[in-house]
């Protein structure tokens, strides 16, 4: 028997509902530009205006992980999961409802209410995550799809862990849930990198190429990621020394194994399309973030130059290049020819990502100087990027399709 996956009926009135990256992009994005808004008041200007029981800096990183990062997962993994499975992901009232969770999370902590409240929800929003995520991929029998899903999983797990430690039930939780949060969101973004940007590389290069990928490398990338993030939370929980030159030395290594791999996706057309350079470049501030975890350990420079090379380099901008692709994608643009703006918001992250790690590090008795140059910089980039993008996110599709 063959079965028919029926796709919906479109309608220009409820767009905005027919898939998760409408209203996860469009959130993650507005969260983006507001969360660091309010993080530049807390940390630059000493606006007082968080819980009290809830320190400003974890705040902020908490933030930047489960909020913006999650949020981002979630719009791509409930789109891609439709396409990988054929199945209907999440839409309509249910779609609406999980992303009501995730912003109820994200205001709570302002609004003087117990903290509990707050873990209570987005530890619910993570967890119908997980659900929206794996059933498609059950109802398909594509267990090779797992690992995805496993990730999620590991996600909520690392939130939860987040949560024992902030409201006093195990002090070490919240440091090892953050950085356990943290490490998932760049292994799904190293995950998502190798399926997709040679992907787009070999399509939009306007000549016939093929991305080199090696099934050595995707299995060494994968066990050293996961024994660099076992070592170095064992570090964290333990303080021992040991662990944490394991660490190092497994960050180090992978430095010229994702070399290795960006080097067999390189053309030189790249360049001439800003929707490819953009994720090579955020690719390699990842690898940039494992050279300087090691230098952390083997010269003692600042872990926060490694922490935001990940971060503002490789997490943000390249979750920036995938929205600003996926979006014109879905809503039946050409991704061949992007808005002329695409250039500048990504040019202004990367700017900001030299500010943050480079200027700090070589310059660090003007560190608040670097710190606010770079909060203005991103809060400027995501500006434009609102601007541009929330009407695509929030208007029909050009060709009348659903989706």
């Given amino acids: 028997m063959i079965k028919l996956e029926i796709t919906p009926p479109a309608s220009q009135r409820h767009a905005f509902t027919h898939l998760g990256f409408r209203p996860f992009f469009l959130a993650a994005s507005l969260y983006a530009l507001v969360g660091i808004l309010l993080w530049t008041a807390l940390y630059s200007f000493n606006w007082q205006g968080l819980h009290s029981a809830y320190p400003s800096i974890t705040w902020h990183a908490h933030e930047m992980v489960f909020g913006y990062a999650a949020a981002v997962a979630a719009g791509f993994l409930l789109t891609a999961i439709k396409n ?36 209570v929800l987005d530890v619910l929003w993570l967890t119908g995550l997980l659900v929206a995520a794996a059933l498609p991929i059950i ?3 594509q267990w090779n799809q797992a690992a995805i899903v496993g990730k999620v999983g590991l996600l909520l797990l690392a939130n939860a862990l987040f949560y024992l430690g902030l409201l006093g039930i195990w002090a070490q939780g919240m440091q090892l849930g953050l950085y356990a949060g943290f490490y998932v969101i760049v292994a799904l973004i190293l995950t998502m990198g190798r399926r997709v940007i040679p992907f787009f590389i070999e399509r939009g290069v306007s000549c016939p190429f093929t991305a080199q990928n090696h099934s050595w490398i995707d299995r060494a990338s994968l066990i050293l990621f996961l024994l660099f993030m076992l070592a170095d939370l064992l570090a964290m929980a333990s303080g021992h020394r040991g662990a944490a030159w394991a660490a190092a030395l497994l960050a180090l290594v992978q430095v010229p194994l994702h070399i290795l791999r960006l080097w067999g996706w390189y053309h030189p057309n790249i360049w001439q399309k800003p929707l490819l350079w953009v994720l090579y470049l955020a690719y390699g501030w ?22 935001h090379a990940f971060a503002y380099g490789g997490i ?32 202004l992250l990367l700017i900001g990502t030299l500010v943050r790690v480079v200027a700090a590090g070589l310059f660090p008795q ?14 400027a980039a995501f500006a434009l990027f609102v601007g541009l993008y929330a009407p695509m996110l929030v208007k029909a599709r050009v060709d009348g399709r659903y989706g």
Avoid: C, D
């Fill in 366 to 379: 003007f560190y608040a100087l670097w710190i606010l140059m770079a909060q203005f910089i991103w809060i």
């Fill in 286 to 307: 990842l690898i940039a973030g494992f050279a300087l975890k090691f230098l952390s350990v083997a010269a003692g420079i600042s872990p926060f130059l490694a922490v």
């Fill in 84 to 119: 990988w499975t054929g199945q209907q992901t999440l839409s309509g009232t249910p779609l609406l409802l999980l992303a009501g969770l995730w912003l109820a999370a994200r205001v709570l902590p302002f609004t003087g209410l117990p903290l509990v409240w707050t873990a």
């Fill in 139 to 141: 109802r398909a029998k």
């Fill in 316 to 347: 943000a901008t390249l979750t920036v290049g995938m929205m600003a692709r996926v979006t014109l994608g879905h809503t039946g643009r050409n991704v061949a020819e992007p808005p002329s703006l695409v250039s500048v918001i990504f040019g």
